[in-house]
């Protein structure tokens, strides 16, 4: 029996030899985190790669260059690169302001990741660890025991009742001068939140993240969007701060998309293999999104595994796509995919409309994907689709999804590019 997950992962890439491509945003993100100040923003599409390039730049901010080099950039690194000590956040929509979000990462107790772990104080124990196997250069630091006083670090930073900011900055500071700099001797504080945009209340981040940014102190932002200003919308206030740091993941081009099929053959040592025209098929029906690239292959290999086979070839992968086709291959989306369409034939052929529709730019360059209804609407006529009207209301309904995004009137979105896919998928 083979397991997927050798080759295979769902989940973001941490490992920089499970990353495959990018070779464009790892040469921007080798400059965003050499500059003296400035802020990175990893921005785009939702499920197309973002978090897994953030954990990248915190390799490459621990001093851990293999993936550049592995990826031929050896040149883009500067002699002596900036190095820092990393604070990794995931925000959820609980977290409303940025009062609230610097409120969060004063109490994360994260052992790996936590800002709290880095406040030195005298009980704390930190070690240094690896966050690579291979290397032993990107080292960070992590907490093994909070020590017996607990959490208690006002000797070292000073806790100030009622003001977030400042306690955080006296935080940040002990940080600063005790582990950077003492302890570690290096450039600075790399502070990456991953998932900004799901924080409510934008008004002000851009300019509380400038005053806080320093020739120390730097921040890395991701999270959904088109453009920077679904990040942080007063952007203007950072726009300098942003000549190097800006990052717009798209979706990946078929070769690069294939290169993780033969990433995932080398990983699972010579046990599976795929023909060329199965990896080429898969390129093809994943539209740019690795995510289902990883679904795909570890569908593969569930069927290689029932049918005793350990090469997937043309016939093998028509298995693959039956068990799409069927709703079985991939549950997660299926599950969506049943809420949207509860039970009505007609709704399923106009989601299978909305999807298939395309805009006129190719995928690559606009990514746009807005459907424009009229259109559809045409189209549902050929199709014998009645009621549009009285279809579409489930699919903007929060309760089941939504699926669709309104941009404005008549024209709207699907809110997830992974789903739009599946939907195209289960109708092949
Ligand atoms: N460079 C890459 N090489 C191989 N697989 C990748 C790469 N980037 C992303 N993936 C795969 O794509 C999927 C989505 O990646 P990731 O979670 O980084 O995307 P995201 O944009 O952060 O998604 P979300 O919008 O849901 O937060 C994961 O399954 C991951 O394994
Ligand atoms: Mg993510």
């Not at 709290?116 to 009980?123: A, H």
């Not at 921040?219 to 190097?244: M, W, Y």
Request: charged share 30%; proline share 3%.
């Amino acid at each position: 029996m083979i397991n997927p997950e050798q080759g295979f992962t769902s989940g973001v890439i941490r490992e920089a030899d499970r990353f495959v491509g990018r070779y464009e945003d790892i040469r921007d993100c080798i400059k965003a985190i050499n500059t003296e100040l400035g802020l990175v923003a990893v921005y785009g599409k939702r499920g197309v790669g973002k978090s897994s390039i953030l954990r990248q730049i915190q390799h490459m901010a621990l001093g851990d260059y293999g993936l550049s080099k592995k990826s031929g950039l050896e040149r883009e690194i500067p002699t002596r690169p900036r190095t820092y000590l990393t604070v990794y956040y995931t925000c959820d929509s609980m977290i409303r302001s940025g009062q609230d979000l610097l409120q969060r990462l004063c109490n994360d107790q994260d052992p790996e990741d936590g800002l709290l772990r880095l406040v030195p104080n005298d009980g704390k124990e930190i070690v240094e660890f690896a966050r690579t196997k291979e290397v032993s250069l990107g080292a960070d630091l992590k907490v093994v025991n909070w020590g017996s006083k607990g959490i208690e670090s006002s000797k070292y930073a000073r806790i100030i009742p009622n003001d977030i900011v400042q306690t955080f900055r006296n935080m940040v500071n002990a940080i600063v001068i005790h582990q950077v700099e003492k302890r570690m001797k290096r450039d600075g504080l790399l502070v990456l939140l991953d998932e900004f945009d799901v924080i409510k209340d934008k008004a002000g981040l851009g300019s509380l993240i400038k005053s806080l940014s320093s020739e120390k102190v730097k921040f890395g932002v991701c999270g959904i969007g088109r453009d920077l200003t679904d990040l942080v919308n007063d952007h203007a206030s950072i726009e300098r701060l942003l000549e190097e740091g800006a990052i717009h993941v798209k979706p990946m081009a078929e070769m690069e998309l294939e290169r993780i099929i033969t990433r995932a053959e080398e990983l699972f040592k010579g046990a599976l293999s795929f023909s060329s025209t199965v990896k080429a098929r898969i390129a093809k029906l994943s539209q740019g999104y690795p995510y289902l690239v990883q679904l795909f292959g570890k569908e593969c290999v569930a069927v290689a595994n029932k049918t005793s086979v350990n090469e997937i070839d043309d016939h093998v992968f028509d298995m693959v796509i039956e068990d799409i086709q069927s709703g079985r291959a991939f549950p997660t989306l299926e599950a969506m995919y049943q809420k949207a369409i509860g039970g009505s034939t007609d709704r399923q052929k106009l989601l299978w409309l909305l999807a298939e529709h395309k805009e006129e730019a190719p995928l690559y360059q606009d990514e746009s994907g807005r459907i424009q209804l009229k259109k559809v609407r045409t189209d549902a006529d050929v199709f014998d689709i009645p009621y549009v009207d009285q279809l579409l209301p489930r699919l903007i309904d929060a309760n089941y999804g939504p699926i669709l995004y309104r941009e404005k009137q008549g024209v709207y979105e699907f809110l997830n590019p992974v789903f739009r896919v599946y939907v195209t998928l289960r109708n092949i």
